[in-house]
């Protein structure tokens, strides 16, 4: 089954107030070719320029994450991501007629909704995943901030909220897999203390705010009616309804989920991490999150994903649980001590096997190959390799005990590196010709640490004993 690339099926129009600008947009998300990824592209300006939707062009984090590129700037970028994110979109082109994506409600859900209304559709190139195969660590120790990333199968968060307030606590939010976003995360809305309400509102910095497209949260009891007003005046809505009941959450409104504070801040982490331009395997762990440590960890994520790209070593997971360990291998192929010489299989799919070996200075041959400088002969490198290959043939066959496997050919054998005690050999065959007759013709490399250390083309032909 293939994971490919994926793009929304028609246009889409969306429109709403920006948070900080309070500027009214027009935002419409456009189908892209495969491998275009998101770009933001500012119609209201000239030339219409784009902007990359990339770590490496954000600008700004506070309250929002703001991106630009090409003389424009595009600010509140992570919900309108989330969303699309969220959806299995990897192309479109989000245009918008202003410098900031509408608040909508506060969350993400009203893009997902218009999104799937839109529909979604497969594209003709696979997806490329991200996929977190050691721990990465990141922190800012002066806030708090830390972040880490470990192997996980699916795209898993794990978020921990603690800003030092009554009003908010310390809270907890996870989502197991990226298809739970929808349901468990998106329709959290973004959060403000009623402490900062003055300053933001007063400094021009939540133009757009509203009780509707916000949760305001209570840090103190005996408000007084007097700043209530000057409140209401700060925010231009004279005939505003605030009631305070003390610490806690603004009673013009109630939470969607009990922790929906901490929820919406995995809505960002999805959002801003949406900016490394590639979909992740993985589990993100997080405290204290916000668009500064959400993006400058993507960035961490991003130089990770470059240095991968020029890393020419080759990947295997020995983590996982073998699917043969040696006692189903000693079933399936003849070979014993002290000729038995693969340990496990790891993998086999239809058209190839992956093995491994792991090598100590117990093996007999070392004795004599050599005394005082012990490497594993290139033949037996071969003959693993060769094992390998033979437990892929069996598995082909009913009975596989009541069968062998004969060489018959090696070409282009090569031997490009010691292999010495304590290395971990891992075999990856793969067929060069479909099997016909009985005749199975293989080419396989054997890696140390991910680095070719021989390789070899092989015919063999499975054999049925007669006596079975």
């Given at each position: 089954m293939t994971d490919n690339q994926k793009t929304i099926k028609s246009a889409i129009t969306l429109e709403g107030i920006g948070l900080h600008t309070g500027v009214k947009t027009t935002l419409s998300i456009l189908p892209a070719p495969a491998n275009h990824g998101y770009k933001f592209q500012r119609m209201d300006l000239e030339g219409q320029p784009m902007i990359d939707a990339d770590v490496s062009r954000v600008t700004e984090t506070q309250r929002g994450t703001t991106l630009e590129q090409n003389g424009a700037k595009i600010h509140t970028t992570e919900h309108c991501l989330a969303g699309i994110y969220s959806t299995g979109i990897d192309n479109a082109i989000i245009?918008?007629?202003?410098?900031?994506?509408?608040?909508?409600?506060?969350?993400?859900?009203?893009?997902?909704?218009?999104?799937?209304?839109?529909?979604?559709?497969?594209?003709?190139?696979?997806?490329?995943?991200?996929?977190?195969?050691?721990?990465?660590?990141?922190?800012?120790?002066?806030?708090?901030?830390?972040?880490?990333?470990?192997?996980?199968?699916?795209?898993?968060?794990?978020?921990?909220?603690?800003?030092?307030?009554?009003?908010?606590?310390?809270?907890?939010?996870?989502?197991?897999?990226?298809?739970?976003?929808?349901?468990e995360i998106s329709t959290c809305r973004t959060f403000v203390f009623l402490r900062e309400l003055e300053y933001l509102a007063s400094n021009g910095l939540i133009k757009g705010g509203d009780l509707n497209n916000a949760i305001v949260l209570v840090e103190r009891e005996n408000i007084s009616e007097e700043e209530?007003?000057?409140?209401?005046?700060?925010?231009?809505?004279?005939?505003?309804?605030?009631?305070?009941?003390?610490?806690?959450?603004?009673?013009?409104?109630?939470?969607?989920?009990?922790?929906?504070?901490?929820?919406?801040?995995?809505l960002d982490i999805?959002?801003?991490?949406?900016?490394?331009?590639?979909?992740?395997?993985?589990?993100?762990?997080?405290?204290?999150?916000?668009?500064?440590?959400?993006?400058?960890?993507?960035?961490?994520?991003?130089?990770?994903?470059?240095?991968?790209?020029?890393?020419?070593?080759?990947h295997f997971d020995l983590t996982k649980d073998p699917l043969f360990d040696?006692?189903?291998?000693?079933?399936?192929?003849?070979?014993?001590?002290?000729?038995?010489?693969?340990?496990?299989?790891?993998?086999?799919?239809?058209?190839?096997?992956?093995?491994?070996?792991?090598?100590?200075?117990?093996?007999?041959?070392?004795?004599?190959?050599?005394?005082?400088?012990?490497?594993?002969?290139?033949?037996?490198?071969?003959?693993?390799?060769?094992?390998?290959?033979?437990?892929?043939?069996?598995?082909?066959?009913?009975?596989?005990e009541n069968y062998s496997t004969y060489f018959l050919k090696i070409d282009n054998v090569r031997y490009k590196k010691k292999v010495m005690p304590g290395?971990?050999?891992v075999f990856d065959l793969e067929l060069i010709s479909p099997i016909r007759r009985g005749l199975v013709n293989m080419k396989g490399k054997a890696y140390v640490n991910g680095v070719v250390v021989s390789e070899a083309e092989m015919l063999a032909q499975i054999v049925k004993e007669k006596n079975s």
């Open positions: 245009q918008v007629d202003g410098p900031e994506i509408p608040i909508m409600d506060g969350s993400a859900r009203m893009f997902i909704d218009a999104i799937e209304k839109a529909g979604i559709e497969d594209q003709d190139k696979q997806r490329d995943y991200f996929i977190i195969k050691d721990t990465i660590k990141f922190e800012v120790a002066d806030k708090g901030i830390e972040f880490l990333a470990v192997p996980d199968e699916n795209y898993r968060i794990t978020v921990m909220v603690d800003y030092g307030s009554p009003a908010l606590g310390t809270q907890h939010a996870s989502m197991m897999k990226l298809a739970n976003f929808k349901e209530i007003t000057k409140l209401r005046t700060l925010l231009g809505k004279e005939d505003l309804e605030i009631k305070l009941d003390g610490i806690g959450v603004l009673n013009t409104t109630k939470l969607r989920f009990p922790n929906e504070p901490a929820r919406h801040k995995l999805v959002g801003d991490l949406a900016l490394v331009g590639r979909r992740i395997k993985g589990h993100i762990l997080s405290a204290r999150p916000g668009h500064y440590g959400n993006t400058e960890f993507g960035k961490l994520l991003k130089a990770k994903m470059h240095e991968e790209k020029n890393d020419k070593r080759k040696i006692n189903d291998i000693s079933n399936m192929i003849p070979h014993r001590y002290p000729f038995l010489l693969i340990d496990k299989i790891m993998e086999i799919s239809d058209n190839g096997i992956v093995g491994v070996k792991n090598v100590t200075l117990n093996e007999p041959f070392f004795q004599g190959h050599f005394p005082g400088n012990p490497v594993m002969p290139g033949v037996l490198q071969i003959e693993a390799m060769a094992q390998t290959g033979g437990v892929f043939a069996l598995n082909q066959v009913e009975d596989p290395d971990t050999i």
